[in-house]
């Protein structure tokens, strides 16, 4: 079984045209599936774990040590 992947915006007259490989024989049987992702409840999601990070100590004394990690690095610059 082989598996590819295409994210693809929905057009205005809803249809979508898939490409498929060369190396896919003609006649082949596939399966499509349609995976549909509500992008703005998964980006409400990631803003709500965001909040939830910055009161969490572990998160925050982490955050602090790769910043302490990353000076020296900062201040070389380009």
Not at 11 to 26: F, T, V
Not at 62 to 74: C, I, P, W
Request: glycine share 2%; net charge negative; no cysteine.
């Amino acid at each position: 079984m082989e598996a590819l992947r295409q994210i693809l915006k929905i057009p205005r007259d809803h249809e979508l045209k898939i490409k498929i490989p060369q190396n896919i024989l003609e006649n082949e049987t596939v399966e499509v599936i349609l995976i549909i992702e509500n992008r703005q409840e998964k980006f409400r999601h990631k803003i709500n774990e965001m909040k939830k990070a910055v009161k969490d100590e572990r998160f925050m004394d982490d955050l602090k040590n790769v910043s302490k990690d990353f000076e020296a690095v900062d201040s070389e610059g380009w």
